[in-house]
Nanobody
């Protein structure tokens, strides 16, 4: 069974930085796409940043230029570096990864979430 475990959330002042990590129980090279979502109170979950197996990245317009998604293959980590944080970045952040088996079956995995609060 695949497990994703996030860490690194917390309270930060506006303009500050945080680094979120997502530890995978399997080799992250087995995933087709990895990334981060977030959900603020009263809002739907939204995609924040994604990275394909080949390394192509994409970002939500609201975070482009401030957030960077990366990976550490040796440690099986998916990382989200967040800078110049704003109050509107406050949310629970979820790690996500999916893989497509040879049969075509899609496996979608989620972490338990980590709270990020941006406030003075």
């Amino acid at each position: 069974q695949v497990h994703l475990v996030e860490s690194g959330g917390g309270l930060v002042q506006p303009g500050g930085s945080l680094r979120l990590s997502c530890a995978s129980s399997i080799n992250i090279s087995d995933f087709n796409v990895m990334g981060w979502y977030r959900q603020a109170p009263g809002k739907e979950r939204e995609s924040v940043a994604r990275m394909t197996h080949g390394g192509r990245t994409s970002y939500a317009d609201s975070v482009r230029g401030r957030f960077t998604v990366s990976r550490d293959n040796a440690k099986n980590l998916i990382i989200l570096q967040m800078s110049n944080l704003k109050a509107e970045d406050t949310a629970v952040y979820y790690c996500n990864a999916y893989q497509v088996e040879f049969s075509g079956k899609l496996n979608d995995y989620w972490g338990q979430g980590t709270q990020v609060t941006v406030s003075s």
